[in-house]
């Protein structure tokens, strides 16, 4: 059973950056035809696609945050990673870390950490 | 952009009740559209693939159909475990995923 689990600070200053990794557990990062993506929530509001990167391509992002937007992988620990500079409070939200099956369907989910920012 | 929309955006219902929301897309998305269910406090969970697929272990009460621009999502006999928001998502206009904007479904 594939697993994932979100980490990072749940506190960042604005301007600053924000850094989260997702920890994949129970099967490879590398194995198949996955993506990997990130997608957050604020507050009562709905869902935002951020991006996705395969093991072994390069990322993809939302137009809406690709200036600011730097997604990583690091096979070697099963992880990928998400770092989003010169963040406001509109980037307070709950970002979750999933699976894409087939490039389409978010199959797997981390049960998300809260992020916001404030000074 | 592609925009998709939902439709109620909120609904209160009798346990075994049918229950539907639809999802409509601002563009033909072929059948490319999913569903997830995300209850308070959890992250969303794949209910429907494809339109009209059930995820694997989803109860057969939850269906979905359509294609092009217009979907629905039924429950058939709504259930007390079923209260949650309901989301749809396209893939058509990969890598981006676009999600309508929820429909939370409460029991009367």
């Known amino acids: 059973q594939v697993q994932l689990q979100e980490s990072g600070p749940g506190l960042v200053k604005p301007s600053q950056t924000l850094s989260l990794t997702c920890t994949v557990s129970g099967g490879s990062i590398s194995t198949g035809s996955y993506y990997w993506s990130w997608i957050r929530q604020p507050a009562g509001k709905g869902l935002e696609w951020i991006g996705r990167i395969h093991a072994s391509g390069s990322p993809d992002y939302n137009p809406s945050l690709k200036s600011r937007l730097t997604i990583s992988v690091d096979t070697s620990k099963n992880q990928f990673s998400l770092r989003l500079s010169s963040v406001t409070a509109a980037d307070t939200a709950v970002y979750y870390c999933a699976r894409v099956l087939g490039g389409a369907a978010l199959d797997y989910w981390g049960q998300g950490t809260l992020v916001t920012v404030s000074s | 952009d592609i925009q998709m929309t939902q439709s109620p955006s909120s609904l209160s219902a009798s346990v075994g009740d049918r229950i539907t929301i639809t999802c409509q897309a601002s563009q033909d998305i072929n059948n490319y559209l999913n569903w997830y269910q995300q209850k308070p406090g959890k992250a969303p969970k794949l209910l429907i693939y494809?339109?009209?697929n059930l995820e694997t272990g989803v109860p057969s009460r939850f269906s979905g159909s359509g294609s092009g621009t217009d979907f629905t999502f039924t429950i058939s006999s709504l259930q007390p475990e079923d209260i949650a928001t309901y989301y749809c998502?396209?893939?058509?206009?990969?890598?981006?995923?676009?999600f309508g904007g929820g429909t939370k479904v409460e029991i009367k």
């Open positions: 998502q396209q893939y058509d206009y990969l890598p981006l995923l676009t």
């Open positions: 494809d339109a009209s």
